[in-house]
C-alpha cells in the first residue's frame, strides 16, 4: 500500500513534499518465477511501462571490468593505504575473473538476466551437462556474485591464499569456487614468474623461503621447456651472484640444461646460452661429464 502511495501522488509516505516534474520513477525486478521475495500487485504494475533486458556475457564483462565507472572504494585495509594502489588491484581481480570466464575453465559460468525461462540456471551458458546444473541449482555464481568477490578480494592481501580461498568458496559456491582458486593462484604464479624473469634482482634470494623457492622453480623449469631457455639461465645466473647457490642444486641446473630446450632456442641464441652455462657452471658441467 505504501507503494502505491509512492506510485500513485509521487511523494514520500508521510511527507508533504511531492516529487518534482523532472523526477520519474524507476524499478527492477526479475521476472515472477525468478524474484527472490513477493511479486509486484497488478495495481501497482499497471502504473509502469515494462521492458525487459538481457545484456549478454561481453555486455556484462565490459561493465565488470571498468566496476561500472565507479571511482568510490569502501574502505582502506590496513595492509595498504594507498587507495590509488587499491583501484589497481582492483582493476587486476576484475581483468582475472573475466579472464576466467572467457576461458575454456570458466565457460561463462556467471548467470546473467533470464530469459523468461523457467529457473535461473537456465540462463548459465554452459549446461551441456545435467550432474553439474543440479549442483548449480542450490549455488550459482550470479553476476552479482562475481561482482561481490572482485570488491572483497581487494581488501585481502594476495598472498593470503587461506583466506581468498574462504571467500572464494563462500561468494561463488564452491563448485565454481574450486576451478576459479586454482586458476587465481596459477595466474599469480604466472605473473610472478614474469616479473622474476624480467627482473631477477627483484627476489631476495638469500632470505627466500623452502617453500616460496620450490615454487619458483618449478614455474622456471615449465618455462625452459616453454622456449625460454635464455631468461631463466640469468635468472640461475642472478641466483649465484646474490650468493644462494645452496638454493642451486644438482638436479636444478641438471633440469633446465637440456638439449630438447636449448634446440627449442634460435641458433645464435643457442650459443650464447652455452658461452653463460660454461662461464657460470662449467665446473657442474664438468662433474656431470665425469660421471658419465
Known amino acids: 500500500m505504501l507503494f502505491l502511495q509512492l506510485v ?3 511523494r514520500l509516505p508521510g511527507s508533504d513534499l511531492p516529487f518534482s516534474k523532472n523526477v520519474a520513477i524507476i524499478i527492477a525486478m ?10 509486484l500487485d497488478l495495481p501497482i504494475a499497471n502504473r509502469f511501462a515494462w521492458f525487459t533486458f538481457n545484456p549478454d556475457f561481453n555486455d556484462w564483462a565490459t561493465g565488470f571490468k571498468q566496476r561500472w565507472q565507479s571511482e568510490e572504494l569502501m574502505s582502506v585495509p590496513s595492509f595498504c593505504t594507498d587507495e590509488k594502489i587499491l583501484m589497481a588491484r582492483n582493476k587486476k581481480i576484475r581483468s582475472t575473473i573475466i579472464d576466467y570466464l572467457d576461458s575454456e575453465k570458466g565457460a561463462h559460468q556467471v548467470t546473467i538476466v533470464p530469459s523468461g525461462m523457467e529457473n535461473p540456471i537456465s540462463s548459465v551458458v554452459r549446461r551441456d551437462d545435467p550432474a553439474e546444473m543440479e ?3 542450490l549455488a550459482f555464481p550470479s553476476a552479482r556474485s562475481w561482482d561481490n568477490l572482485a570488491e572483497i578480494m581487494t581488501y585481502i592481501d594476495e598472498k593470503d591464499f587461506g583466506t581468498i580461498q ?39 634470494w638469500k ?3 623452502i617453500d616460496e623457492s620450490a615454487g619458483i622453480f618449478r614455474a622456471l623449469i615449465e618455462e625452459a621447456a616453454n622456449g625460454r631457455l635464455d631468461q631463466v639461465l640469468e635468472v640461475f645466473i642472478s641466483i649465484k651472484i646474490a650468493g644462494a647457490e645452496n638454493l642451486l642444486s644438482g638436479n636444478r641446473l641438471q633440469d633446465i640444461y637440456k638439449a630438447e630446450y636449448l634446440n627449442k632456442l634460435p641458433l645464435a641464441t643457442r650459443k650464447k646460452v652455452k658461452q653463460r652455462y660454461l662461464e657460470y657452471f662449467g665446473d657442474f658441467l664438468t662433474k656431470i661429464a665425469n660421471n658419465n
Do not use: W
Not at 30 to 39: R, T, V
Open 207 to 209: 632470505h627466500i623461503s
Open 135 to 137: 549442483v548449480f541449482r
Open 166 to 204: 574462504v571467500v572464494i568458496n563462500g561468494t561463488i559456491g564452491s563448485n565454481q569456487g574450486i576451478a576459479f582458486y586454482k586458476y587465481y593462484v596459477d595466474n599469480l604464479k604466472r605473473l610472478n614468474i614474469d616479473a622474476i624473469l624480467k627482473d631477477p634482482e627483484s627476489v631476495d
Open 30 to 39: 526479475n521476472p515472477a518465477d525468478q524474484a527472490g521475495g513477493s511479486s
Open 8 to 10: 500513485q501522488n509521487r
